[in-house]
């Protein structure tokens, strides 16, 4: 089996006398294009005159490069050490301030602790002041319903229903009355009309006419008998 | 590991060389190192954290000079007249140069167009590989390597034909 080496032949690639010149080939590229190289003067005039240009181009740049560099290119370190001194400060109160809200978050959480173990805490008591304040504020004001003067009670049903049991018996006992003051004068002959109509007259029933004058009085008038004419 | 403020400092040189011979004017490669340092510092705590930052310098720098270069053609070259002064001079190569290969390799460079004489002196130069030549142009490997192998025949015939030219930068 041959090598890459030998199969390099008579012509040899443009690309491979460009990475020879550049070095850019590994060490047994190198070796195999050296020595067809050696088997072709032709292209390896090439090959010199390549390297003859890189090896120029250096010296020209050389030639071409000023002596002192500019202001504005030499200040660029400085430029960079102020932009990065300008940045420090910012860096330390970036990392202090990390710090000092970890350290508040840490006594916050102690004290909160610490007043909640401890009930004679001053935080709890003025707590409680607080609210103590807050309830006599908030006391409910009293309104003026409460300051009048308090509505009669509604009377119970057992009130109502002797409250009308006593009006029926006072009824009937005027009713008795009125009867008995009528038969006295129809028994006087005083109303001779009434003797007989006034035991037909039934008594008013009290629940009925509780208030209304008994018509025994209208009716104890003597009815006027018709005239002659 | 984050780069240092030193490792910045230590790719000016470099990064000036190169910027010479791609802008050919001083003051014009200068302005643009400049450039490049400033966005750098703007940029400097996530540069820091690259892995290689000289391979990003350089990647910054092509940037800014195709961005130079557009806004050049949109809006015309301006030559000042210390300038003007210095194009004079290329009349008299001798005086500037007095390695006549050296003249002759840098009015080939001039003849070159952006691309392919970026490609050469990132490689020939700066030493970057292929594929880091890719990266800072933004182009395939393939395209750096055709662009690689036109610029250095066409740098080979200009030497060999021994034509001094004024140098005349060629469109992109």
Redesign the interface.
């Known amino acids: 089996m041959k090598r890459w080496a030998d199969n390099v032949t008579a012509i040899l690639p443009?690309?491979l006398l460009?990475?020879y010149v550049?070095v850019?080939l590994p060490a047994a590229k190198r070796r195999a294009v050296h020595r067809a190289l050696m088997r072709q003067p032709e292209l390896r005039e090439?090959v010199e005159?390549?390297r003859k240009?890189?090896a120029?181009?250096?010296?020209?740049?050389?030639?071409?490069?000023?002596g002192p560099?500019?202001v504005?290119?030499a200040g660029?370190?400085h430029?960079?050490?102020t932009?990065?001194c300008r940045f420090a400060p910012l860096e330390g109160l970036r990392i202090a301030a990390v710090i000092a809200l970890l350290l508040s978050g840490v006594a916050g959480t102690a004290l909160l602790a610490q007043a909640q173990l401890d009930k004679d805490n001053t935080l709890i008591s003025f707590g409680q002041t607080a609210a103590g304040g807050n309830q006599a504020i908030t006391k409910p004001i009293p309104t003026k319903p409460q300051l009048a003067e308090p509505v009669a009670q509604k009377p119970k049903v057992e009130n109502v229903v002797a409250t009308v049991e006593s009006a029926a018996e006072d009824q009937e006992k005027q009713t008795d009355v009125t009867s008995n003051k009528g038969g006295a004068l129809a028994e006087q002959g005083e109303l001779p009309e009434m003797r007989e109509a006034a035991p037909e007259t039934p008594a008013p029933a009290a629940s009925e006419q509780p208030h209304s004058a008994p018509p025994v009085v209208e009716d104890s008038k003597p009815a006027e008998p018709p005239r002659e004419i | 590991m984050p780069h240092h403020k030193g490792d910045l400092e230590k790719e000016i040189d470099g990064l000036r060389r190169y910027a010479r011979l791609l802008m050919r004017n001083s003051t014009e490669a200068d302005d643009l190192v400049q450039d490049c340092l400033v966005r750098a510092l703007e940029k400097w705590p996530a540069i820091a954290q690259v892995t290689n930052l000289r391979r990003y310098l350089f990647s910054m720098l092509h940037n800014l000079f195709i961005d130079g270069t557009r806004k050049s053609q949109r809006r015309g070259t301006v030559v000042p007249i210390e300038n003007a002064v210095n194009v004079a001079s290329l009349i008299q190569p001798e005086a500037q140069t007095p390695n006549l290969e050296l003249r002759d390799l840098q009015n080939g460079l001039a003849n070159l167009s952006d691309a392919q004489r970026e490609v050469v002196l990132l490689i020939g130069l700066s030493g970057f590989t292929y594929d880091e030549a890719a990266e800072i142009t933004g182009n395939p490997v393939g395209t750096v390597m055709s662009r690689l192998s036109r610029a250095r025949h066409a740098l080979r015939e200009h030497v060999n034909g021994a034509v001094i030219e004024a140098p005349e930068r060629r469109a992109r």
Not at chain 1, 56 to 66: F, N
């Open positions: 443009e690309r460009h990475a550049d850019l090439t005159v390549w240009q890189n120029d181009l250096r010296r020209l740049a050389l030639m071409e490069t000023p560099m500019p504005a290119m660029v370190t430029r960079l050490e932009r990065l």
